[in-house]
Every structure is written in structure tokens, then in C-alpha cells.
């Protein structure tokens, strides 16, 4: 093998690699507390944390957060005829029993869903069938940020409920807080598309002062893609594309391929891969003999 097909071998792999990543679901919550001019604590975990800071005279605060996301979704290049999910989280920021202490309290918490997916055959219009829940609530005092929002292909939903206003959303999935539809809509098939649910929920108090900050948040998205004669389309889960690695790969190899120092000629076949069919791509050397290759 010539040391251009040897280059060119390494970093296409290298581009196949770097340019994909595995579809990703991410919890995290956080609860910390402080004492003004004092100690401190703070708790990180995937699904839940609780701290709490005490004094002789009793608690000084309390901070609980907890988050879940089930997930049913095909595996990379598997495929499925409907896909489901969960996420939750509940916050909660309390103060304390001894009010001469000054503390500050927080709880976080966050879910993050995104998928790839793709269905074969023909671009076409048809229909996508989703079940819809988006619920934002709050206690008296209720967090201070609260957001759920929900994205398949074009289609899009969010909601905010911030403080005390009435929780506010919007998007073409025509979401409503706290109410359940069942709809379909018009959606393209024959092509990749996106799929990402994001929740982001976060409670302050600060003692003596400050009030019990709870809340909670909820999106269930559920849906399937049906063809002309109503039967589920399979729906098939692909890598997720790493944008600026693929141009920056893609950059180096023009840069070499059309550099000054001369290696050789070189006939170049069968570049990448392309939807598992073997693409040519560029032929240099002996059909353009005057082109310098490292």
C-alpha cells in the first residue's frame, strides 16, 4: 500500500470516528448550602442529592433534588416502531429552624435527551403520532427557573414557568402545561432527523428571610411515524454528527492532498463510506498527473 493510501485510510477512519457520537441521555443534580462567613456543603449526583447544615440551635437549611429520565429509543442502527420517554425532577430549598444563622440555599436539577434518527425510502409526506405531556409546577413560593421543552425534526415545543408568573408556552407541537394531547401532524420522512428534550429546574431560599422554594417538572413525549396506509414506519437511531471535527478533518485533507511535497502519484478510491455504499471520490495522479500529493 502506498503511503498516500495509507494516509488516506487513517484519516478517513479517523473522520468516520470523530464525526459521530452516540445518541446521550444526561441527569445531573446539584444541592448546596452555605453559611454566610462560614461553612459550606454542596452534593453532586447523576440522580439525586441532599444536604443539610446544622447549627447548636438546629438546622440552618436544607436543600433535596432528585431527577429520572426512562428512555425507551432503538440502539445505533437498530430500529423501532414507536419511541418513548420520562423525564422528572423535583427541587426543594428550605430554611432552616435556627433563623439567627444567614444561609443560602440551592437545588438543581436537569435532564437532557438527543437522539439522531432516520427513516429509509422515498422523502415523503406523512403523518407523525405523538402522546404529549408537558407539566411545570411550583409550591407557594415556587423555583426560580423552571423549563421543559421538546424538539422532533421541525416540530417544537417549550415552556416556562418562572417565579410567580403563570407558566407560559409555546411551539407548532401545541403544548399546553399540565394537559395531555394526543395529535398528529403532518412530518417528512426519508431523512434524518433530531429529537432532544431538555429540562432545567432551579430553587433558591436564603435564611431568615427567604421562603420554601419547591417545584417540579414533568415531559413525556411519546411518538410514531406512519406511511400512507397507517402502519408505523420503522424508525432507526443513527450517530450523532460532530460538525466542527468533520470540517476540520475535511480541511486537513484537502491541505494534504494538494500540498507542495511530492510523495508520489496516487489513485485514490473509495474514499468513505457513504449511507454503506463506497463512494469514489477522488482520483489523483495518474488522470492529473501535474497535482502534487504529500
Given amino acids: 500500500m502506498s503511503k498516500v493510501r495509507a494516509f488516506v485510510l487513517y484519516v478517513c ?25 462560614g461553612a459550606s456543603i454542596m452534593q453532586t449526583d447523576p440522580t439525586s442529592c441532599k444536604v443539610n447544615l446544622g447549627t447548636p440551635s438546629g438546622s440552618a437549611g436544607t436543600a433535596i433534588s432528585t431527577t429520572s429520565a426512562a428512555v425507551s429509543a432503538p440502539a445505533i442502527g437498530a430500529s423501532t416502531t414507536s ?9 426543594a430549598a428550605m430554611r432552616g429552624a435556627d433563623l439567627s444563622v444567614s444561609t443560602f440555599g440551592y437545588a438543581t436539577a436537569s435532564d437532557t435527551v438527543s437522539f439522531l434518527f432516520y427513516t429509509t425510502g422515498p422523502v415523503r409526506e406523512r403523518q407523525i403520532l405523538f402522546d404529549e405531556e408537558i407539566t411545570l409546577q411550583g409550591g407557594t413560593d415556587p423555583p426560580d427557573v423552571n423549563t421543559a421543552s421538546v424538539q422532533v425534526g421541525s416540530l417544537q415545543a417549550s415552556c416556562r414557568f418562572a417565579g410567580n408568573t403563570a407558566p407560559a408556552c409555546s411551539g407548532n407541537l401545541g403544548p399546553t402545561n399540565g394537559f395531555t394531547q394526543t395529535r398528529s401532524q403532518t412530518f417528512m420522512l426519508g431523512q434524518m432527523f433530531g429529537f432532544s428534550e431538555a429540562l432545567n429546574i432551579q430553587a433558591f431560599s436564603e435564611n431568615p428571610s427567604g421562603n420554601i422554594e419547591t417545584g417540579g417538572s414533568s415531559v413525556i413525549f411519546n ?4 406511511d400512507a396506509n397507517g402502519t408505523s414506519v420503522p424508525i432507526f437511531a443513527a450517530p450523532e454528527p460532530n460538525a466542527g471535527l468533520l470540517w476540520l478533518v475535511g480541511f486537513g485533507i484537502i491541505i494534504a492532498l494538494f500540498g507542495r511535497k511530492v ?4 489513485h485514490i ?8 455504499k463506497t463512494q469514489k471520490v477522488l482520483r489523483i495522479g495518474e488522470a492529473n498527473p501535474g497535482v502534487k500529493v504529500f
Fill in 263 to 266: 510523495i508520489g502519484n496516487a
Fill in 83 to 91: 419511541v418513548v420517554t420520562h423525564l422528572n425532577s423535583q427541587v
Fill in 13 to 37: 477512519s479517523s473522520l468516520v470516528l470523530a464525526a459521530s457520537a452516540e445518541p446521550a441521555t444526561v441527569t445531573n443534580t446539584t444541592c448546596g448550602l452555605s453559611i454566610r462567613n
Fill in 223 to 226: 411518538f410514531s411515524i406512519l
Fill in 269 to 276: 478510491y473509495h474514499f468513505c463510506l457513504d449511507n454503506s
